[in-house]
């Protein structure tokens, strides 16, 4: 059977369809806020992340590694490969009894042309309060990837039953 691509929903003013985005993806450091909270703390927050847009998922924000409270990761478990960025090193997030485990991920030795990832680090929106300009991020469906979800940002997207051919 013949797969296709989803026909792209209406992008209104101001917004930006997945569809439009590159492969490989674009990679580009962005002044908007972006905070990411357990439990009301702030774990994370920068006006520097770096956006990845890539064909068909929303967009994955990483902040730097100076702008993320060391303190509130811990190493965690499981391996996985992006086919550009490389192998993945995964953390869980603690904020006193709370632990969020593997909701963090980041590319320590990323592959050529991601070096600038190294060491940020994304954060699933599925497990914490993730937020861009203020804006609550909805995860990407599906539970494996990490796009996050704005107002400005029109699918559909992969990551739901029945689009692993996209």
Not at 102 to 113: F, T, V
């Amino acid at each position: 059977m013949l797969q296709r691509r989803p026909t792209p929903d209406p992008v209104g003013p101001g917004q930006e369809s997945v569809w439009d985005y590159p492969r490989p993806p674009r990679i580009e450091v962005s002044p908007r806020l972006v905070e990411v909270r357990l439990d009301g703390t702030v774990v994370a927050r920068s006006n520097r992340a770096v956006k990845i847009s890539e064909t068909a998922s929303p967009p994955t924000w990483y902040l730097p590694p100076e702008d993320v409270v060391r303190d509130h990761l811990r190493p965690g478990y499981g391996r996985s490969t992006c086919e550009w960025k490389g192998p993945a090193t995964y953390w869980s997030v603690v904020v006193g009894d709370t632990v969020a485990e593997n909701a963090a991920w980041s590319y320590e030795d990323p592959w050529e042309g991601f070096e600038g990832l190294r060491g940020h680090l994304s954060f699933y929106p599925a497990a914490l309060e993730c937020r861009v300009d203020g804006e609550l991020v909805r995860p990407q469906g599906g539970g494996f990837y990490g796009g996050w979800v704005t107002g400005d940002v029109v699918g559909p997207w992969k990551g739901a039953p029945g689009t692993g051919h996209w």
